[in-house]
């Protein structure tokens, strides 16, 4: 169990290193889906299978497949032959506040004790237990939560209408 969880993480983490590091889209969002898939093994190692289900089905599948065509419709290709997106000054300030941030996380998993991040263990079993795990998740989802959801929802629709209008203007 432990060696799975090592090699899952393991996995997780070089594959999104190798998502931000490619340069061509369509690789870097094929990265992501295998990021997701890790993140989805490491759900089942936690039992927790409707998330896992609900990683693969929507984040590896829906969503990515969006990326994948409006990437594909606007037709991103490689950088101008002229260019070395490389050490491009954006580059530059995004790799130091990823370090910045990392550093952070550091100081602050030092700081919390770690019995502090842990809940009773009868809290969460015991709210699954009168409603289910699917109800557990859905209730909040859509009471407390409807807004941010259907906002998240006119987002993406708003990104695929505005990757239809960048690509109609080249044809």
Not at 21 to 49: G, M, Y
Not at 70 to 83: F, K, Y
Request: hydrophobic share 65%; with cysteine.
């Amino acid at each position: 169990m432990t060696f799975a969880f090592w090699f899952f993480a393991g996995a997780a983490i070089l594959a999104s290193f190798l998502c931000i590091t490619r340069r061509s889209p369509v690789s870097s969002a094929l990265w992501l889906i295998t990021t997701l898939f890790n993140v989805a093994a490491l759900f089942v190692l936690l039992d927790a299978h409707f998330l896992a289900a609900v990683q693969v089905l929507v984040y590896a599948g829906a969503i990515m497949v969006l990326f994948l065509f409006v990437i594909m419709l606007l037709n991103l290709g490689d950088a101008a032959p002229g260019e070395n997106p490389r050490w491009s000054p954006s580059r530059v300030v995004g790799f130091l506040a990823g370090l910045g941030l990392l550093a952070e996380l550091l100081v602050l998993r030092s700081a919390v004790p770690p019995d502090a991040i842990r809940l009773p263990p009868g809290v969460v079993a015991g709210e699954m237990a009168g409603h289910g795990a699917v109800q557990s998740l859905a209730v909040p989802l859509f009471q407390a939560y409807l807004v941010p959801f259907e906002i998240t929802s006119l987002m993406l629709l708003a990104a695929i209408v505005g990757a239809v209008v960048l690509a109609k203007r080249r044809l």
